[in-house]
């Protein structure tokens, strides 16, 4: 997989979030994103998801332009900005309901993702009793159940503990060694480092070095 950012901007009123930004991703590499809060890392992976259409440019997966066919981007998982799931149904509950729209996994592999995420023991309390952390890793078992190709993750560790993070970045490891294409966006330049491969840094909406 190989994805091509092309002097992309974006433009919300009269303020552009985002100044010509071209970037190249390929499989089996770690990319980190970083910048202040602000800096236009999240308005560019929704961009990349096709939640947001750019002003100008384009994104291209494989160089197929997603967004021209007004379709979304297959086999792409994403966590941008906070999670958001049914209050009432426990953290399992909730997996099981995303999975059971395209039915490709069981709930074995969902219970091996909550193992990975270090949540399987709150799995059955509700989504409503969780902790900042608990949700965090409830939205990034989300993204890693179904085994996709792209794995699109901002601010990932947001309130989770030091040894979580430690084993969900074991994991995203494998995953790069095993060809998954890998964006991780944060303002915390320490955590990018343990894990990238690359990072672009922004600042006002440009990418300021690489």
Known sequence: MKIKVKNVSKKF???????????EFESGKIYGLSGRNGAGKSVLLKIICGLYTPTTGEVTFN????????????NVRALIEKPNFFPDLTGLENLQLLANIQNKITNNEIYETLKIVNLESDMNKKYSE????????????????ENPEVIILDEPFNGIEEESVKQISKFLLKEKMNGKLILVSTHIKE???????????????SVIQK
């Open 13 to 23: 009123r009269n303020n552009f979030v985002l100044k010509d930004v071209s970037l």
């Open 63 to 74: 160089d197929v332009n997603y967004n021209k066919k007004d379709m979304l981007v297959p």
């Open 191 to 205: 955590d990018l480092e343990k894990l990238s491969d690359i990072i672009y840094y922004f600042d006002n909406g």
């Open 130 to 145: 969780y902790s900042l952390g608990m949700k965090q890793k409830l939205g990034i078992a989300q993204v890693l159940m």
